[in-house]
């Protein structure tokens, strides 16, 4: 088991790592204050989230390194624009991670695929995460890791919020989106398995009170 001083040891060292540390102070400064839920406090939950994920599966040092610059990249997108904003947040990654000069072009190849499978696609009716490489698995699983969090739902008044959308409709929009979620990685799905069955079984009451 993770310790959280294990957390906290590695997330306070990976935020001295100069492309993490550089990217965070701009997004702190630079992310639209109306943005409620893809806020600066998201990018450090999944940042958190990403490296527990990480170390319980016991991966390599420089691919939670990897991980990490994805996490915090992941949506510095919506500083210039909510649409196809993963897409922007890629680009953010491959500047900054050339700007530093001490990763490959594969690594920084890897880390914009992790950034643009984050994207929610329509498959068999229903929106999923699809990742394009192992080390995907592990940002979608922190990218939604809520899903299996006591935070659940304040995250998702948040995110309703964010788009100005009715609760009846968004609750329900939320069902189907948790219905076909499931878990990427051994270490999320041992740990927020059982929060997201309780999560999902509530979610389902408040719908049918809302009925």
Known sequence: MIS??????TFQSLSQVPAISETLAILQKKLPSDLRYHSFAHTIEVLRDAIEFALTDKLPARSIELLALAA???????????????????????DTMMKAGSYSHEEIRLVERMILDTALVQIDGALRQVPHTELSKYLLDADLGNFGRDDFFHKS????????EDLIPFRVKTLQLLSAHTWLTNAALATRQSKKEQNLAKLKTLIEQDR
Request: net charge negative.
């Open 72 to 94: 915090v990249t992941h949506d510095a997108g919506f500083i210039q624009s909510r649409v196809n904003n993963e897409e922007i947040g890629a680009k953010y990654a491959r």
């Open 4 to 9: 959280p001083e294990d957390i906290e040891r």
């Open 157 to 164: 008044d948040l995110q309703r919020e964010e788009l100005g």
